[in-house]
């Protein structure tokens, strides 16, 4: 297999970071920088080398990472790659919290240099929670803005992500792994594969304008299981014509 391109690193670091959203091929092309077309020739090029897998819903084929461990291998790789790139003052920063299993910067302090404060998940242990707390508050005494974190063990990062926690899924989809990137993507995976065996439910367009839904809003469905009555088809036997039955039915509603 050749390498993959910069476009490709991106879906695969996309769909990774945004994994419980549905994506079709014109919608990550505007995120990714690619024509739709050229967005489809990437994804059909992934899917080949099982990286990235397709599943119909109505008439879109929705993309999503397979997580299986080349996928895996591949996104902790370029999880590592975007914060070498866009934080590396923040690995350094926060290099004394050897105790934490994963950190991710996420928040105000990666889109402007007004942020007030600078948000950390931090993932550990709960018997390194000491350790880590004396450390934030050295930081607290240095930085001139405050450190903020969010204090996560493992089971409780998986929990909040299945719920979906959306706060935690933002976290995800739009901060930069400092450290852990291994950790984070078996987390994902585990979460991912749960949400694997969900179903989907596809609002016409017409109802989502009408409704005025949005993404992330909460709608409350109710939900009717049809019956198959094909098994009885030919069962009843009559002289009648269908014509003549179909006559009689409606005759009791005119």
Same mark, same amino acid.
Not at 9 to 37: C, E, M, Q, W
Not at 129 to 136: F, N, Q, R, W
């Given at each position: 297999?050749?390498?993959?391109?910069?476009?490709?690193?991106? +879906?695969?670091? @996309?769909?990774?970071?945004?994994?419980?959203?549905?994506?079709? /091929?014109?919608?990550?092309?505007?995120?990714?920088?690619?024509?739709?077309?050229?967005?489809?020739?990437?994804?059909?090029?992934?899917e080949?080398?099982?990286?990235?897998?397709?599943?119909? +819903?109505?008439?879109?084929?929705?993309?999503?990472?397979?997580?299986?461990?080349?996928?895996?291998?591949?996104?902790?790789?370029?999880?590592f790659?975007? /914060?070498?790139?866009?934080?590396?003052?923040w690995?350094?920063?926060?290099? $004394?919290?050897?105790?934490?299993?994963?950190?991710?910067?996420?928040?105000?302090?990666?889109?402007?240099?007004?942020?007030?404060? +600078?948000?950390?998940?931090? @993932?550990?242990? #709960?018997?390194?929670? /000491?350790?880590?707390?004396?450390?934030?508050? $050295?930081?607290?005494? +240095?930085?001139?803005?405050?450190?903020?974190?969010?204090?996560?063990?493992?089971?409780?990062? #998986?929990?909040?992500?299945?719920?979906?926690?959306?706060?935690?899924?933002?976290?995800?989809?739009?901060?930069?792994?400092?450290?852990?990137q291994?950790?984070?993507? $078996?987390?994902?995976?585990?979460?991912?594969?749960?949400?694997?065996?969900?179903?989907?439910?596809i609002?016409?367009?017409?109802?989502?304008?009408?409704?005025?839904?949005?993404?992330?809003?909460?709608?409350?469905?109710?939900?009717k299981?049809?019956?198959?009555?094909?098994?009885?088809?030919?069962?009843?036997?009559?002289?009648?014509?269908?014509?003549?039955?179909?006559?009689?039915?409606?005759?009791?509603?005119?």
């Amino acid at each position: 297999m050749r390498a993959l391109t910069e476009k490709e690193k991106g +879906i695969v670091l @996309l769909l990774t970071k945004d994994f419980a959203a549905h994506y079709n /091929a014109r919608s990550l092309s505007k995120l990714v920088g690619l024509s739709p077309r050229g967005a489809l020739k990437a994804l059909k090029f992934l899917e080949q080398n099982g990286i990235v897998a397709s599943t119909r +819903i109505g008439k879109a084929l929705i993309y999503r990472l397979t997580f299986d461990d080349y996928a895996q291998r591949l996104a902790s790789l370029f999880l590592f790659e975007e /914060a070498q790139t866009k934080a590396l003052r923040w690995i350094k920063e926060f290099k $004394e919290f050897k105790q934490a299993t994963a950190l991710v910067l996420f928040g105000s302090v990666l889109r402007t240099n007004k942020h007030n404060d +600078i948000d950390v998940l931090i @993932l550990a242990d #709960e018997k390194d929670y /000491a350790a880590l707390e004396h450390l934030v508050r $050295e930081k607290n005494n +240095i930085l001139v803005k405050p450190l903020h974190p969010v204090w996560q063990v493992r089971s409780d990062l #998986e929990k909040n992500l299945r719920k979906p926690d959306q706060v935690v899924l933002e976290i995800m989809k739009t901060g930069i792994v400092l450290k852990g990137q291994d950790v984070i993507v $078996e987390v994902l995976a585990s979460v991912a594969r749960k949400w694997g065996d969900s179903l989907a439910v596809i609002l016409p367009r017409e109802v989502v304008k009408k409704e005025n839904i949005h993404r992330n809003d909460r709608i409350r469905l109710s939900v009717k299981k049809g019956v198959d009555i094909s098994r009885f088809f030919g069962c009843w036997k009559t002289k009648k014509t269908a014509q003549e039955l179909k006559d009689e039915s409606r005759s009791g509603w005119e």
